[in-house]
């Protein structure tokens, strides 16, 4: 609804536009709780909008002073396009022009981010926040800017032309990547799983594959990725809300159809060229959804990883790639790749993530190692049941000594 208003009006009026829904969604709390949910609600709730958008301008003189003679330039037909279209078509054209102007490169990472999770998810402020680990002012004062820049650069709610797309499609599909990613490794609202944000995410991410100019191999690379983790979900996470570790989840909770979709998406993402990160990833997430530990599969993995680390380096794909390294040839070799990143100082949650990897390559030949660097990870935890993992692996080393005792 916010993405319409905007298209119709201009990006200028983004804030009013979220007011306007802001107060049509809290005009349908009031209403529906004393006359019930209406047989349409969606509908419902277009009209409103409608109407309230229309009030708002008109109550301020703006509509007559200023957007009625824009829209006049607009649409050559006086007659069409005042009305606001709330078509299935046009809300998704809306939010696919949003996602664009928003990830304009004059506006910073952080701020796209933000306004994404704002504009185009319905985030309040409060999660936001969480997400990004910060205040509610520090958030506030970022989307405050952030539609400034929108104004002040009269960016129009629009697809930029074919020399452009792909530079702002990069941070398109960033954004739906992190997103998902902080749905799927969540450190917000002590939660270890948020499947409303990946679900945004692969929502936003299928929108794009609509348009003939965003339907990239990089868009189907990262939807198989999205699509393969996804298959996990319920597998993921017992009743408690707790992690289930891969090793112990139970194949039969995987979701063949995901898993099957993510093929599709992977085989699409093969035209082309070009290699993305996103394109690794997904192979990598692709051989996750085979249980058997093969060393077939591990040597296919060690070897994305090793294409990926070239493609995209960060700490947490080097760390990854260990584990893999681990798996087909052993934990010396690990443990030697291990000591050369050198880890130990770095900051959370780079050295939380070094540390546990740490203890599980000495959890079977020095306990005593295992134990020191499962403890700095369970210091670095955020989460619950990030903590509640790392106690268990403390405990069974205990119970592991103990047992060699007896």
Known sequence: MVAVISKQYGLQYIELAEDIVSETFLVAAETWGMKGIPQNPAAWLYTVAKN?????????????????????????????????????????????????????????????????????????????????LTSKETINKRLYRAKEKLRAENIKLELPGENEIAGRLDNVLLIIYLLFNEGYYSKTQNQILRKDLCLEAMRLGLTLTENKTTDLPKTNALIALM?????????????????????????????????????HFLNLSAQGNEISSYHLEARIAYWHCIKEDSQEKWKEVLQLYDQLLLVKYSHSVALNRIYALYKVEGVQAALAEAEKLG???????????????????????????????????????KTDSEKDIIREKIKSIAYINNKLQI
């Open 227 to 263: 699509c393969f983790h996804a298959s996990r979900f319920n597998a993921r996470e017992s009743e408690d809300g707790s992690l289930i570790l891969y090793r112990d989840q139970k194949e039969e909770l995987w979701d063949k159809e995901l898993i099957d979709k993510g093929i």
């Open 343 to 381: 880890m130990e100082k770095q900051h959370y949650p780079k050295s939380r993530g070094y540390f546990l990897l740490l203890g599980e390559l000495y959890k079977n030949i020095d306990s005593e190692k295992a134990k020191v660097n499962f403890q700095k990870a369970l210091s670095l935890a």
């Open 52 to 132: 309230r958008t229309l009030y708002h301008f008109r109550r301020s003189k703006i509509y007559e002073n200023k957007v009625m003679p824009e829209l006049t330039e607009k649409y050559e037909d006086h007659g069409a396009g005042y009305e606001l279209d709330f078509s299935i078509r046009n809300i998704k054209d809306s939010q696919l022009q949003m996602m664009f102007a928003i990830c304009h490169p004059v506006i910073a990472n952080e701020s796209q981010i933000g306004l994404a999770l704002r504009i185009l998810c319905g985030f309040g402020i409060d999660e936001i926040a969480e997400a990004f």
